[in-house]
């Protein structure tokens, strides 16, 4: 099986930043992309930030150039590094990846998640 523990959530004002991570117990070279997800109170969850194993990325529409995804190779994590926080970005946040080779006969797995809360 494979481990994902997300990191760096916490509270922050409004306008705000975070930084994100995400430490998988898989070598890089076996994820085909890391996503970070959100759900906050009461809505479904989202896509918020994906890294391709090529380096590509796509962000949700609501980003706006707010956040920005990347790998941090000191260490070993992919981060997603959160600016001009507000109110709405509060939520529980998810790290995701999906494999390019099964791992205990999957290809997708998820963190517990990471808590943000944006104080107005």
């Known amino acids: 099986q494979v481990q994902l523990v997300e990191s760096g959530g916490g509270l922050v004002q409004a306008g705000g930043s975070l930084r994100l991570h995400c430490a998988a117990s898989?070598?890089?070279?076996?994820?085909?992309?890391t996503g970070w997800y959100r759900q906050g109170p009461g809505k479904q969850r989202e896509m918020v930030a994906g890294l391709g194993h090529d380096g590509s990325t796509i962000y949700g529409d609501f980003v706006k150039g707010r956040f920005t995804i990347g790998r941090d190779n000191a260490k070993n994590t992919v981060y997603l590094q959160m600016n001009s926080l507000n109110p709405e970005d509060t939520a529980e946040y998810y790290c995701n990846i999906f494999l390019r080779r099964s791992v205990g006969g999957r290809y997708d797995y998820w963190g517990q998640g990471t808590q943000v809360t944006v104080s107005s």
């Open positions: 898989v070598s890089s070279s076996n994820i085909e992309s």
